[in-house]
Structure formats: C-alpha cells, structure tokens
C-alpha cells in the first residue's frame, strides 16, 4: 500500500516535497483516519505511515487514542504530539510519581479516558486526587495489585463521578469504610472487580449493592463474605455478571433462606468456582429467578450429581458450563444430556469420571457445541475421538492435552470430520505424522499446540505448513523430531505466525531462526534451552521481525554480545525478554545494551 519506509528520514529531519506529497494533500482527513482505523492492530505500520510525510505525521498524531509507554518519563515530550488520548496503559511502568499523574492531568485533561495503574507504584493521594479532579471524563481506573493503597486512596477516587469501571484486585488494604466512599461517590459504576481484597466484608459489598444501582458486573472472588450480601446484589436489576469464585463463607444452609426471597434477575454469568461448600441446594437457592442464565462455572467443586445436573433442567438459554476437576457421576452425565439447553461450550478439564461412554452421551445431546475442553481426561480413547467428531462437526476449538490413551489412528478423524476448527491443543500426545498431515485440512486453523508430541516430524509439519496458512500461534516445544525443515517449511507456508515456541529442541540450529525472521508479524519466540543456537541466528530475528515484543533465550549457551547487541538496536517493540543466560564477562556488553537501549517508548 505504501513505500519502503526503512529509507524514510525521522519526523526531526526536514521533509522534501515531492509530487506525492501534493498528491496526498487532497486526501480528507476522514479518509486518513479510515486508513489510520486500519491499522490499529499494527504499531510497526502506523509508525512508518507517520513517516510518508508531514501531513500524514501530524494526521497520525492526532488520530492516535491510545498509548502504552514503557518510560513514564517520556510522557511530557511525547504529549504534545498526541494530544487526542482517551487511554493510558502504564502497564509497563512500574514507578509512577505524582508529577508525572499531574503532567498526565495537564495534557490530557478533556480527553482521557481510561487509564491503567495495575502495575504503577510511587504514585500518592496527590496524583489521584489530581487525575480525578482534572479527567472529568474518566470512566475506567485500573488499580489492581495497589497493595499499599489505603482508604484514602479510596476517598480520593470517589471523586470520579463519571467512573463506569473500577479494578481492585489484590488491594489487600483497602476496608468496608474505603470501598463505602466508593459506593457513595462513584454511583455510575458498572463494573467492579475487588477480587482478593481481604478485607472487605458483607457490610461493604452490601453498600456497593445499595449505591451503585447501575452494576452489570461484580467480581467478589475470594472474599470474607457470607450469602448476608446475596440478597441486595441479585436484586440490581441490570446485573449481568456474578464472580463468587472461592467465597468459603457462602454455602447451602445460608443460601436456603436466599430462596424464598429470591425475585427474577437479569443474571447471565455466575461463577461459583472452589466453591465446594455449595451443593446442589445451594446451586438452586441461588439461581432460582436467574432465568436468562447463560454462563456458569461450577470448577473445583462439588461432584456433579444427578440432583445438581437436574437443578440446571431447565435453564433453556444455557450455553456454556465449566466443570473442571470436578468428579462426574454416569447418572450426572446422563442429567445434562437431558437438559433443555443445546450447550456451545463445555469444558471438563480435569475431570474425575470422563470416560468414552461419558462423552458419547453428551456430544450426542449436545452437537451444536463449539468449543471443547478435555485437558487431561486420561481414561478416553479412540472411541471418544469418534463420537466428539461424528456429532460436533461444527467445533471450532478442542483441548485435549494429555489424553495419553487416544491411539495415533484417532486423530486423523480430527481432520476428516471437523473442517472449522481453528485452535487445536494436542500437547503430549500420541499423533503422528498422518495425524498432521488430516489436520492440515483445517484451513481455518489459527492455533495449533504440538508440545511434547514425540511421534512428529517435519514431514508432519510440512502438511500443517501447506494446508493451514492462517496458523498464528504454534507450540513445538520438547517435540524433538522437529529439525531447522520443518522450521523453514512454517516459515515459509504460515505467513500470518505471531507466536512459535520452539524451546528444547536440540536440533534447531540458527538456520531456524534465520527461516523464522522472515515472518514479519512475529511477534513471540520461545527458544530457550536450544543449545545450538547461536547470536547469528538471534541477529537474523533482531533485524527482519521488527513487531517482536516477547523473547526468550533462557539456556541458549552460545548467544554473546554479537546477538545482544542487535537486539537493542533493532527490536524497538521488546518488552520481555528472558535470557538468564550463564553469566559470563565477555557477555556483559552486550547484555548492558540491551537494558539500555532495549526498551523505547511504544503506542498501542
């Protein structure tokens, strides 16, 4: 669509005019922002459009909403080129004073709207106090893992009157006179998250419920809680979303009295995760008037019984349930294949009882499914492979790591019969390369796991990289038939390949990674542990994948300054680098360079 920006000059040299420069002065600033919209997911290309010309440096300037800096730092010299931001991720800044809030108040004052703490500290009551004073139009605040924030704070950030969504998560500080500021101030809210935050009892959940009438998701996990709480939460009437994962203090003989006062609700999510004290009376005190339920997570809990699979009968817009590492009874099994609902989503990772009988029963019920998860369910075999293919023809994700029983012959069914998956997870298990070579049919195919899959090779990979162009995210680590072809042959047939996890194959060599730098839109790479790669191969990576932000070279012996140092210089998207390599001191330039010029300022 456009030139080759490499030879382009910065934005700070002067520009020269040429007849295509005046020939994009005609173009509206409408139509620069609809190329601009095109180009969201990409940072790479919005850089190098910001470099055509002046005009479409300014136009990319302006059109920019989000930012996502790796030096708080340079907020004050890059603010005045965006001057358009609505949302601030400070993820990646782990200190953040109150000047730098304060520069943030001042900059984008009318327009920020979200901003994201979760990771930030350094920062006081007087940096709050001046964001939430200053952003009127602040509507999501992320503070979570504040685990030094107090009900000050929390006073401060009642402040937000227009707050819609509130992240708490591990603010282990806060108390029911904090999150009561909250409640009273910040009657807007939407969403609240205070997962973890220990101190909170049912006095102050009970005041969120009270003020905050416009609640569609609450997440309570592992809080101090009892079902004292219950009753004005399932009485807000735009609730969709309930988390009540690990709440001990939640079981069924207090939730019996919740029953009889229980009115219709708008609830469609409830998660009830390790919450193993709640049984099937509990389940049915709680969700009786829950009649748009269609979500539910029931993991790490109770036995699914034919009296808990029966509480859910009728429940007709049910559409996804996760029971992992629950134990299943054959009579539950046959309950929920009874059920009014057509499920979309099951997953029974983990589960005690998953036999080939099992899911026969249910993916016969239940063929409208789309996605299936039985990680680890290692009493199935062929037989179940047969069933999940011949009746759900329309999935599009299966995981079935660890399913050590399910012979090779099995998983060329996968191929023949499920023509719309697009993830796929077969980590550890027994697929050869006829297996590889059915699944290579899947064109859709995004996401494909083959992590310790011993019985592989690269003429297996060779089928996958001919028939699955789309293959975005591939896991090979620890399949140790996997040699530098296989490596060039995804390379070359698998355009689209963001992530590849290669770790601990001793027979990939840097011709692999040379292979490897031509996908342009690699952005992870898991190499650790490959004792034959050399700083010549990771060069190769630092130079042609230029979006690559998550790299690691744990254990790769042979990478000295030579492949450090490209990489500082030319990976300007790293954000996460492993490389725990054995220290060494001819090493240590290379690795201070890294440090140094490493990390640079990246938009999102």
Known sequence: MFPNFESIPSPNKKFKTTPMDRSFDHLTEEIIFAILDHLHDDPFS????????????????????????????????????????????????????????????????TTLRSIDLSRSRSFSNVGLSNLVTSCTGLVEINLSNGVALTDSVMKVLAEAKNLEKLWLSRCKSITDMGIGCVAVGCKKLKLLCLNWCLHITDLGVGLIATKCKELRSLDLSFLTITEKCLPPILQLQHLEELILEECHGIDDEGLEALKRNCKRNSLKLLNLSRCPSISHSGLSSLINGSEDLQKLNLSYG??????????????????SIKLDCC??????????????????????????????????????????????????????????????????????????????????????????????????????????????????????????????????????????????????????????????????????????????????NDKITDSSLISLSKCLSLKALEIRGCCCISSVGLSAIAVGCKQLTVLDIKNCVNVNDDGMIPLAQFSHNLKQARSYILYRPENEFGISCTAKDGPHLVAD
Request: overall charge positive; charged content about 20%.
């Open 46 to 109: 919005r850089k190098s459009f910001s470099l055509v010309s002046k005009s479409f440096y300014a136009a990319e300037s302006l059109h920019r909403k989000s930012l996502r800096p790796l030096h708080s730092d340079r907020i004050p010299t890059v603010s005045p080129r965006y001057p358009s931001i609505s949302k601030l991720d400070l993820t990646l800044c782990p200190h953040v004073e109150d000047s730098f809030l304060i520069s943030v108040s001042s900059a984008w004052k």
């Open 302 to 319: 109770s036995s699914i019984t034919t009296d808990m699979a029966k509480c859910l009968h009728s429940f007709s817009g049910l559409q």
């Open 327 to 504: 134990s299943l009874t054959t009579s539950g099994v046959k309950a929920i294949a009874n059920w009014r609902a057509s499920l979309k989503e099951l997953s029974l990772s983990k589960c005690v009882g998953v036999t080939d009988e099992c899911l026969s029963i249910l993916v016969q019920k239940h063929k409208q499914l789309r996605k299936l998860d039985i990680t680890c369910c290692r009493k199935i075999t062929y037989g179940s492979i047969n069933s999940i293919t011949s009746s759900c023809s329309f999935l599009v994700s299966l995981k079935m790591e660890s399913c050590t029983l399910v012979p090779r012959e099995a998983y060329v069914l996968i191929g023949q019969r499920c023509p719309y998956l697009e993830e796929l997870d077969l980590t550890d298990n027994e697929i050869d390369n006829e297996g590889l070579k059915s699944i290579s049919k899947c064109s859709r195919l995004s996401v494909l796991k083959l992590g310790i899959c011993l019985n592989i090779n690269d003429d297996g990979l060779s089928h996958i990289a001919s028939g699955c162009r789309k293959i975005k995210e591939l896991d090979l680590y620890r399949s140790t038939g996997i040699t530098d072809r296989g490596i060039a042959a995804i390379a070359g047939g698998c355009p689209a390949l963001e992530m590849i996890n290669i770790a601990y």
